[in-house]
């Protein structure tokens, strides 16, 4: 059904399972991941995992490295098997996609949607991978 690689950080702000996260290199403290932030290049370029269950400021949270996670897309996208999914430019820590591999995100990409969601905004399995 879904598993992979997942590790233990700290939840730098409230979680919860589906987002993308990153380490953000400007702020924050050592060891601790945030959801991307769309309006940020270096958190929308830099995804390093997927938040594998809802976590709290400062709790531990394991987060998907590789395999295949529930991830968030964006409100008004439903999730469309087999295309490239990557860092929402609209909403942080929600992915968006495309059917072709998008130049211009190519280190936005965090993998590939395994199913077709069930409705806009829908967690859907994806297969994850990190350029």
Not at 17 to 34: N, P, Q
Not at 102 to 123: A, F, M, Q, Y
Request: charged share 15%.
């Amino acid at each position: 059904e879904y598993g992979g690689i997942a590790v233990q950080v700290v939840a730098g702000e409230n979680l919860v399972e589906g987002e993308i996260v990153y380490v953000t290199i400007t702020s924050g403290a050592d060891g601790k991941v945030w959801k991307t932030v769309y309006t940020d290049s270096e958190a929308i370029q830099m995804p390093v995992g997927i938040v594998y269950a809802d976590a709290n400021t400062d709790a531990n949270v394991w987060i998907v490295v590789s395999g295949i996670a529930y991830v968030l897309p964006e409100s008004g996208v439903t999730a469309a098997r087999g295309y490239v999914a990557f860092c929402s430019n609209a909403e942080s820590g929600r992915a968006e996609q495309s059917a072709t591999v998008p130049t211009t995100e190519h280190w936005r990409e965090i993998g590939h949607w395994l199913d077709t969601g069930s409705g806009n905004g829908v967690k859907a399995r994806c297969l994850i991978h990190f350029n």
